[in-house]
């Protein structure tokens, strides 16, 4: 079992940045592909972004390519997601997610632990 524990987030204007952290725990975060998504309100949870367990591979949702940049640290067993130029839209609780098989992916299927998510806040 993986627990995964998300923080930074926060209330930011529009233009702003933040970087949001999830530390997982135990010792296999560097088998784990991990993922970020978000729910905005009243909206189904949606993509973000992904990195395979090597971080060769990263992937993006098209609403946030060339503004968030997702990346981890194995030897902290920590992913991060930082966000720049943030857009009201962007306003979320955003989930931190770790998948078993190791290459990452875009489907919440493909996920095998969740984490109870941070909220982001863009004001215009």
């Known amino acids: 079992q993986v627990q995964l524990v998300e923080s930074g987030g926060g209330l930011v204007q529009a233009g702003g940045s933040l970087r949001l952290s999830c530390a997982a725990s135990g010792r296999m975060f560097s088998s784990y592909g991990m993922g970020w998504f978000r729910q905005a309100p009243g909206k189904e949870r949606e993509f973000v972004a992904a990195i395979s367990r090597s971080a060769i591979s990263t992937y993006y949702a098209d609403s946030v390519k060339g503004r968030f940049t997702i990346s981890r640290d194995n030897a902290k067993s920590t992913v991060y997601l930082q966000m720049n130029s943030l857009k009201p839209e962007d306003t979320a609780v955003y989930y931190c997610?770790?998948?078993?098989?190791?290459?990452?992916?875009?489907?919440?299927?493909?996920?095998?632990?969740w984490g109870q998510g941070t909220q982001v806040t863009v004001s215009s």
């Open positions: 997610a770790a998948q078993i098989g190791g290459l990452g992916g875009i489907r919440q299927h493909q996920y095998n632990y």
